[in-house]
């Protein structure tokens, strides 16, 4: 069974920043994408960064050069770097695995960018 878990949410002010993890357990074939994705009170779910091919990163263009999306695969975790983080960055993340099959989430951890 493939599960996602999140970890590294909390409460920073603007300016600051968090490291989000995401570890992964079980077996995955055929994955294309990882990627982080967050949704805001009353918003969509929307793409923040994702890695294929464990290299070719993209990002949203509100995180560009703020954020760092990056993968251990010794250890099967994903990672977000936020830095510089503003009051819009508040939202859940979610960690996402997608295959050419399916499309795995974790449960999501909570931002919130606060003064």
């Known amino acids: 069974q493939v599960q996602l878990e999140e970890s590294g949410g909390g409460e920073v002010q603007p300016g600051g920043s968090l490291r989000l993890s995401c570890a992964v357990s079980?077996?995955?074939?055929?994955?294309?994408?990882r990627a982080w994705y967050r949704q805001a009170p009353g918003k969509q779910r929307e793409l923040v960064a994702s890695?294929?091919?464990?290299?070719?990163?993209t990002y949203a263009d509100p995180v560009k050069g703020r954020f760092t999306i990056s993968g251990d695969n010794a250890k099967n975790e994903l990672y977000l770097q936020m830095n510089n983080v503003k009051p819009d960055d508040t939202a859940v993340y979610y960690c996402?695995?997608?295959?050419?099959?399916?499309?795995?989430w974790g449960q999501g951890t909570q931002v919130t960018v606060s003064s």
């Open positions: 996402n695995i997608q295959t050419y099959a399916t499309s795995y």
């Open positions: 079980g077996n995955i074939f055929g994955t294309y994408q």
């Open positions: 890695i294929r091919a464990g290299t070719t990163t």
